[in-house]
Each structure stands twice: as C-alpha cells, then as structure tokens.
C-alpha cells in the first residue's frame, strides 16, 4: 500500500491511498470533523466514480467497523482456537513477485519455508485446492497459506523473490 498525505490549509487533510491491487482512493479530513471518500477509477485514476461525506462520529464508527474492532466474525474465533499458532495467509501475486511463472515445486516452498499453500486462486476465479507441485503461479493469482508467524515470513520472501 502506497500513502501520501497533504496539508490543505484552511481546510484539513488530504490521504491519497493507492492499494496493493490497484484501487486509488482519496480521503480529506475536513478541520469541522467532515470526511470526504472518494474511490478513483483503476484504468484512470484521475475520474473520481464515487464519494461518501460523513460526519465525525460515522466516520469513527465506519473506521471501527473496517478495523474490526465492532464485530469479530464467529468462524474467525474458531479458526483461531482450532489453529492455534498457525496463521492463514493470503498473499496477492502482484506483477513485481518474481514467483510469476514457477511452479510450487520450482520454489520448494514447504521444504525452505515449513508452511503449506492450501489453494491458489487465479484471477479468471479458477481455484487449486490442496495444490500439487506442478501448479504454475500466475500474476494476480491469490496463495493461501497456512503456517506459523515464521513460516509466513519466510514464503512471502520465497514468493517475492522467486528463488527456490
């Protein structure tokens, strides 16, 4: 995630927020506690498609709820209890991961990392469960993992740089 922040004097704050996957969105704290949302359009980033105003307290309450401070999902509580010091991952294969292009066996990723890609998502949908060795990592592909805190960091380095 890419962030800018701007002074707009006499009228607050602006945050210019570029996502991991592309979507562009601008965020102004008004000084009289207003908030402007604007989501920018992805093949052009100047043409604003939409804008929320809210005042202080939705925006704090649409904050907690993004945050997940209001509401914690069931089936995360029992994945934790279930998991314990295991952690489930998703990582986006974005353009630079130099994992594009190899296969899982290529990288030898529960070998040199000790966790394991439960399923690949490509980005036309087409879903791996349990993938084997042979299944090629593509761009924008999404990889599953389930792993230790350890493990996770590891993988991501394997998928950054492609090495195996």
């Known amino acids: 995630m890419n962030l800018k922040e701007t002074d707009l004097p006499g009228i607050g704050k602006k945050f210019a927020v570029q996502t991991r996957s592309g979507e562009k969105l601008a965020i102004i704290l008004h000084d009289d506690g207003r908030r402007e949302l604007y989501h920018f359009e992805h093949d052009n980033p100047d043409d604003s498609i939409s804008m929320v105003t809210l005042d202080d307290d939705e925006a704090r309450y649409v904050s907690a709820i993004i945050g997940g401070v ?20 998703w990582y986006k294969l974005e353009p630079n991961f ?26 036309n949908h087409t879903k791996h469960i349990n993938p084997g060795a042979d299944v090629l990592l593509t761009a924008d592909a999404m990889v599953v993992v389930l792993g230790e805190r350890l493990h996770q960091q590891q993988i991501r380095q394997i998928l950054l740089s492609g090495k195996g």
Do not use: C, F, M, W
């Open 70 to 89: 209001t509401y914690k999902p069931t089936a995360l509580e029992n994945i934790e209890v279930a998991l314990g010091d295991l952690i489930i991952e």
């Open 98 to 123: 130099k994992a594009i292009g190899k296969t899982i066996g290529d990288l030898r990723i529960r070998q040199r990392s000790g966790a394991t890609i439960i399923a690949v998502i490509e980005k």
